[in-house]
């Protein structure tokens, strides 16, 4: 099932409540309260799409609700898959004067400084009004 369609069945079971507590009827599995015109039950589907959308954070507000509470316990679930996935290429000059270059594993201490600059960034928050 694809989130389209997902997002439709959400939106029937909504709307089909909306309706069950208009006739208060106690349930709105009963197929006998969806047999209203086309026009009432397109107008019921519209408020069930409003109600789902007001319901659903925005990605700012999960941010910010991450950002509160950090250090969190995302960076406990995080930890284990995260270490050692990223690295970076280091170039020096060995003892004999040679340019090469190693790869070096960014540490966990960094990455959990990045990840809240990502949440910083997306909650919308800066430095400034964290002063």
Same mark, same amino acid.
């Given at each position: 099932m694809t989130p389209a369609q997902t997002d439709e069945a959400q939106?029937? *079971?909504? &709307?089909? $409540?909306? /309706?069950?507590?208009?006739?208060?009827?106690?349930?709105?599995?009963?197929?006998?309260?969806?047999?209203?015109?086309?026009?009432?039950?397109?107008?019921?589907?519209?408020?069930? *799409?409003? &109600?789902? $959308?007001? /319901?659903?954070?925005?990605v700012a507000q999960a941010a910010k609700v991450l950002l509160d509470a950090c250090p969190n316990p995302i960076f406990d679930d995080l930890k284990y898959p995260l270490m050692g996935e990223f690295s970076q290429t280091q170039p020096f000059v060995d003892e004999n004067g040679d340019e090469d270059s190693m790869k070096v594993t960014i540490e966990w201490t960094v990455i959990k400084e990045i990840i809240e600059a990502t949440l910083r960034a997306l909650s919308k928050e800066t430095d400034d009004d964290n002063a």
């Open positions: 939106v029937e *079971r909504v &709307a089909r $409540a909306i /309706m069950d507590h208009r006739l208060g009827a106690g349930t709105y599995d009963n197929a006998s309260l969806w047999q209203g015109a086309d026009a009432e039950k397109e107008e019921t589907r519209r408020e069930a *799409r409003a &109600a789902i $959308a007001a /319901m659903q954070p925005s």
